[in-house]
Nanobody, 122 residues
Framework: QVELVESGGASVQAGGSLRLSCVAD??????MGWYRQAPGKEREGVAI???????YYTNSVKGRFTISRDYETNTAYLQMDSLKPEDTGVYYC??????????????????WGRGTQVTVSS
């Protein structure tokens, strides 16, 4: 069973930065992702990083968020810069339930952490 533990969420002002971390226990596979869920909205995919180092971002965070991964520590990161109030939500780390991750395909994810709260005030 894959276990994912997120950390790093906080309250910041618009324009600020945060770095989220996700430690993945018993997983070092093909890709990892980050999702978020804003109040009253469905969970949405934010970013994916693949084992070859390539990345995918949803349009609303392109140029502001950076996903990375440290294979030695089995940790994924989400660097979030130029934060906006609409970035507010619970951020979840995710791992796939399949061995192969197709590019930009958020449907592969089946393991989730408990989330970390990010609040951006204007």
């Amino acid at each position: 069973q894959v276990e994912l533990v997120e950390s790093g969420g906080a309250s910041v002002q618009a324009g600020g930065s945060l770095r989220l971390s996700c430690v993945a226990d018993r997983y070092s596979g093909a890709c990892m992702g980050w999702y978020r869920q804003a109040p009253g909205k469905e969970r949405e995919g934010v970013a994916i990083i693949y084992k070859d180092g390539s990345t995918y971002y949803t349009n609303s965070v392109k140029g502001r968020f950076t996903i990375s991964r440290d294979y030695e520590t089995n940790t994924a990161y989400l660097q979030m810069d130029s934060l906006k109030p609409e970035d507010t939500g619970v951020y979840y780390c995710a791992a796939p339930y399949v061995e192969y991750c197709y590019y930009s395909d958020f449907a592969v994810f089946g393991y989730w952490g408990r989330g970390t709260q990010v609040t951006v005030s204007s």
